[in-house]
Nanobody, 126 residues
Framework: VQLVESGGGFVQPGDSLRLSCVAS????????MSWVRQAPGKGREWVST???????QYARSVKGRFTISRDSTKNTGYLQINFLEPEDTAVYYC?????????????????????WGQGTQVTVSS
C-alpha cells in the first residue's frame, strides 16, 4: 500500500492549487480517503474526507474553499484549494483506511487512518 502526494508549491494569497494523491496496492474507491495538514510548529489537523460512497466532509476552517474528490479510474484523490491564505501554509498529507466513516469523530480522527503519504508542502506568502 502506497500513497504519493504531489501538487504543492509556493503560491501567493488568493491563488489556487490542486493536490493529488496517487494510491497503489489497493482499490482506492473502497477506502475512506482524507487530507490532513500540519502547519509549522503545530500538530496534524484533519481537513477533509471522502467516503467510499462519495460523501464528503470538510473542516469548518476550509469549507467553501477546499474541494475533495476522487477519480477511481486513476486510483487518485484530489484536493482543490482555492483562495489560498497564509494560514493554509502546511505540509498536506493524504491518508486512507479500508472502512467508511459516518460520524465526525470517525472521519476526523487522524489516528484511525492506516496508510499515509509522505506529504506535499504548500506555502502561501506574498
Amino acid at each position: 500500500v502506497q500513497l504519493v502526494e504531489s501538487g504543492g508549491g509556493f503560491v501567493q494569497p488568493g491563488d489556487s492549487l490542486r493536490l493529488s494523491c496517487v494510491a497503489s496496492g489497493f482499490t482506492f474507491a473502497s477506502y475512506t480517503m482524507s487530507w490532513v495538514r500540519q502547519a509549522p510548529g503545530k500538530g496534524r489537523e484533519w481537513v477533509s474526507t471522502i467516503n467510499p460512497d462519495g460523501r464528503t466532509q470538510y473542516a469548518r476552517s476550509v469549507k467553501g474553499r477546499f474541494t475533495i474528490s476522487r477519480d477511481s479510474t486513476k486510483n487518485t484523490g484530489y484536493l482543490q484549494i482555492n483562495f489560498l491564505e497564509p494560514e493554509d501554509t502546511a505540509v498536506y498529507y493524504c491518508a486512507a483506511k479500508d472502512r467508511p466513516s459516518y460520524s465526525y469523530a470517525e472521519f476526523s480522527d487522524i489516528n484511525s487512518y492506516d496508510d499515509w503519504g509522505q506529504g506535499t508542502q504548500v506555502t502561501v506568502s506574498s
